[in-house]
């Protein structure tokens, strides 16, 4: 019986039923390959199953959860539970079918787990439906428009490979312990053609990077950290009066293109 919950890894249980179904409702899992991000007592666990998935992976990084969820589903060979941190499971040893995610994702890490999921190779082929929870906050960062006040770096790094299907708000009584903040639900598909050619997102996270760093001002300055005259001059409709929060993604995905092809 897990009696405490542990802070140091961002544990908040999600106990209300109603809100189960209506995040596993957002998309058939009848017959699918799902991968579950911290199933801790198993809440969205038990109804996945119930929805009778072709093979089912639980990636859970507390040893105690864990070995209780062995336990628990001990005689069901359809599901495998790992006991590890998802930020060093290797999502590129996956097999060809591709999969349905969900996750109620610890909010001290959910960012970075979302760049890792995004920086997946192919990630299109590994993945057709992502159904995350986020607090609040930080989601309105994740799925910002351009041009609004949420939008910056986040929004466009996901932009890139995910578009958002549908979202909803959870309030905090519906966990325990209950956290201080609301969460928001998430369902991403990904985007099957890729809307630039960059090789790398971490080249993408350097240049947003770069150019936020310095978001109240003009990007004139950064920009020249980035790449040299003649690079510029390929980017003709680029204003460099500009500041960072308005300059849309797909500049910035071109800004990113012509740095890898200087490096």
Do not use: W
Not at 31 to 59: C, Q, V
Not at 91 to 110: D, H, R, T
Not at 239 to 257: G, H, V
């Amino acid at each position: 019986m897990i009696k405490f919950q542990k802070k140091s890894l961002g544990q908040n249980f999600l106990i209300d039923k109603n809100i189960v179904k209506k995040i596993l409702n957002l998309t058939n899992l009848n017959n699918k390959n799902i991968i579950e991000i911290g199933p801790g007592k198993g809440a969205l666990t038990d109804e996945i199953i119930k929805r009778k998935p072709k093979s089912l992976l639980l990636l859970e990084k507390d040893n105690e959860l864990s070995n209780n969820l062995k336990l628990k589903f001990l005689d069901k060979k359809s599901i495998k539970i790992i006991n590890i941190d998802v930020l060093r499971f290797n999502f590129q040893n996956l097999n060809k079918q591709k999969f349905v995610l969900l996750g109620n994702l610890p909010y001290n890490i959910s960012s970075q787990i979302l760049i890792k999921l995004l920086k997946i190779p192919n990630l299109e082929s590994k993945f057709t439906d992502l159904i995350l929870m986020f607090q609040k906050e930080l989601a309105e960062k994740i799925i910002a428009k351009f041009p609004s006040k949420n939008y910056g770096r986040l929004s466009i790094i996901t932009n890139l490979k995910f578009f958002l299907k549908k979202k909803f708000l959870v309030s905090s009584n519906c966990f325990f312990p209950k956290p201080k903040v609301t969460s928001m639900v998430l369902h991403f598909k990904t985007i099957k053609k890729q809307k630039s050619n960059i090789k790398d997102l971490s080249n993408l996270e350097r240049v947003t990077n770069i150019i936020f760093s310095n978001k109240r001002k003009k990007i004139n300055k950064s920009i020249k950290k980035i790449l040299n005259k003649n690079k510029l001059k390929k980017i003709k409709d680029l204003d460099l009066n500009l500041r960072a929060e308005k300059i849309e993604p797909k500049m910035y995905y071109k800004i990113t293109e012509l740095f890898e092809e200087s490096q």
